[in-house]
């Protein structure tokens, strides 16, 4: 039977309204934000019109202060920030003009705030972009748009300096029109972008793992002529005008841009344009996009030159193990005959040059005794340095193949320690004492090193790493 202690909404309701309601306020002193919300909720609940006038004000002051807010204030800021966008869609339900009023108040502090914020991760702006896309739900369930929604819209793309708004134009495009996004190519290029600040740096973000700073960058504010190209690409897009979308383009050629071109293309009707645009990517350069191949199925299928497409999904799958292209490819066959083809893909992976690629794929397709195979069979050429993936693939076959398991993560121990990843020298330690447990369960060694022999050849290379061996203890 369930705790009654344990706190989920059940137990809480059993409270009753009022020791609720009594609890709230206890938590809300000294908490500005919760008093705060507590306050919005209560006008929410009196009248749209009340709660349409607290996030205004709520809005002006988060406008009006020139505070910096530190990475100590950024946590509350967040949470206050986010909830006042919450508000506004919830809003929506009742008043949808004022609620789109707001919401283009709420985007257009974008600029100032990450300005004047320690925004590490991205978190902020992301809360932006999520009303970005709120607007576009508030517009598609409008009954009527109102009469300012284009010069709103407009105002929004012309200070689009952080990418706030990226996929805004697109996602109203059907609500516009044709008529919409025609009025507003015309506005965007009679009042262009607005400059960028002079002497403005941008904005400073790290990217952190396991508490390591991996890279720091600064991102500049765009400048008006990017703005207004990114939004001349969605507008193209919004009017299904590839011809235009390709004009815009500096290099049609490139990759990546190739490979954007040819999907338009396809979802036109222009599929034979479209794979003569991939099939040029072999000729360009030897490093493709990852959806090419898909592309080119689509294309093919679109065609109808199903056979081609049929062979090009077993070369795609020799050439990199894609588990998609696999099944798409098997489902396509007589029957019995998927069974032959999926056992030669099997074994096709068993000697794929990559031995990590092939262990992803056999244990995620999943065939666990051909994973175990691969890895009695070739351990030593599994790269140990993608230790997340290599201890998940471990746990997948410790359970039925601990010979297997042993030796995966031997692979993780023994990386760790041969490139002197002194950050995870504990972790390697708690993994040799989790490798001890399991190298019990090994029936046959098949002619590897058992636990003992392993642990001599560590202590051998690396007996003077006393932080990894405390932790193995």
Same mark, same amino acid.
């Given at each position: 039977m369930p705790s009654k202690s344990a706190l989920n909404l059940t137990n809480l309701e059993a409270l009753g309204a009022t020791r609720l309601a009594e609890l709230l306020l206890d938590v809300a002193t000294g908490d500005a934000n919760t008093k705060r919300r507590l306050r919005m909720e209560l006008a929410g609940d009196e009248s749209p019109s009340k709660l349409s006038v607290a996030i205004r004000k709520r809005l002006s002051a988060i406008g009006g202060t020139e505070r910096y807010i530190g990475w100590r204030a950024l946590k509350p800021f967040m949470a206050d920030l986010d909830a006042?966008?919450?508000?506004?869609? #919830?809003?929506?339900? $009742? !008043?949808?003009? %004022?609620?789109?009023?707001?919401?283009?108040? $709420?985007?257009?502090?974008?600029?100032?705030?990450?300005?004047?914020?320690?925004?590490?991760?991205g978190d902020v702006l992301a809360i932006f972009q999520r009303m970005?896309?709120?607007?576009?739900?508030?517009?598609?369930?409008?009954?009527?748009?109102?009469?300012?929604?284009?010069?709103?819209?407009?105002? &929004?793309?012309?200070?689009?300096?952080? @990418?706030?708004?990226? @996929?805004?134009?697109?996602?109203?495009?059907?609500?516009?029109?044709?008529?919409?996004?025609?009025?507003? !190519?015309?506005?965007?290029? &009679?009042?262009?972008?607005l400059a960028s600040s002079k002497g403005h740096p941008g904005r400073r973000v790290s990217r952190w793992v396991r508490g390591r700073t991996l890279e720091?960058?600064?991102?500049?504010?765009r400048r008006p002529k990017d703005i207004l190209w990114l939004a001349d690409v969605e507008i193209a897009d919004g009017l299904g005008d590839v011809d235009r979308y390709i004009g815009l383009q500096s290099d049609p050629a490139a990759p990546a841009v190739a490979a954007a071109i040819a999907e338009r293309l396809i979802g036109v009707g222009r599929a034979e344009e479209a794979l003569k645009r991939i099939d040029q990517l072999a000729n360009r350069d030897r490093t493709f996009p990852e959806n090419s191949p898909y592309l080119r199925?689509? *294309?093919?299928?679109? +065609?109808?030159?199903?056979?081609? =497409?049929?062979?090009f999904r077993w070369q795609v799958f020799t050439q990199i193990l894609d588990s998609a292209i696999l099944r798409d490819y098997l489902k396509r066959l007589p029957d019995f005959d998927d069974v032959e083809a999926e056992e030669?893909?099997?074994?096709?992976?068993?000697?794929?040059?990559? &031995? +990590?690629?092939?262990?992803?794929?056999?244990? =995620?397709?999943?065939?666990?005794? *051909?994973? =175990?195979?691969?890895?009695?069979? #070739? *351990? !030593?050429?599994? %790269?140990?340095?993608?230790?997340?993936?290599?201890?998940s693939a471990a746990d997948k076959l410790a359970p039925r193949y601990p010979l297997a398991g042993v030796l995966v993560l031997r692979r993780v121990v023994e990386h760790i320690l041969a490139n002197q990843l002194t950050g995870d020298y504990e972790a390697a330690g708690h993994l040799l004492a989790d490798? @001890?447990?399991?190298?019990? #369960?090994?029936? !046959?060694?098949?002619?590897? *090193? %058992? %636990?003992? #022999?392993?642990?001599? @050849?560590?202590?051998?290379?690396y007996g003077s790493v006393s932080a990894f061996w405390r932790a193995a203890v």
């Open positions: 006042q966008r919450e508000f506004i869609v #919830r809003l929506a339900e $009742f !008043d949808t003009p %004022d609620a789109l009023e707001l919401a283009w108040q $709420f985007l257009g502090l974008c600029t100032t705030v990450l300005e004047r914020t320690t925004d590490p991760s970005a896309s709120d607007i576009g739900g508030m517009a598609t369930a409008a009954t009527t748009l109102p009469k300012t929604f284009i010069a709103d819209l407009h105002e &929004a793309i012309r200070v689009n300096v952080y @990418g706030q708004s990226d @996929g805004l134009i697109l996602s109203v495009a059907d609500t516009i029109g044709h008529d919409g996004l025609t009025h507003l !190519d015309a506005s965007l290029h &009679a009042s262009p972008p720091t960058e600064t991102i500049a504010r199925l689509c *294309a093919l299928e679109a +065609l109808g030159r199903d056979e081609e =497409a049929q062979a030669r893909a099997m074994n096709w992976a068993l000697c794929f040059p990559d &031995a +990590l690629s092939a262990l992803r794929f056999l244990t =995620a397709w999943p065939a666990p005794a *051909a994973a =175990a195979s691969l890895v009695i069979a #070739r *351990a !030593d050429e599994i %790269d140990g340095g993608n230790i997340a993936e290599l201890q490798l @001890g447990r399991l190298s019990a #369960r090994v029936p !046959d060694w098949q002619g590897k *090193a %058992d %636990d003992a #022999r392993f642990n001599q @050849g560590l202590w051998a290379r």
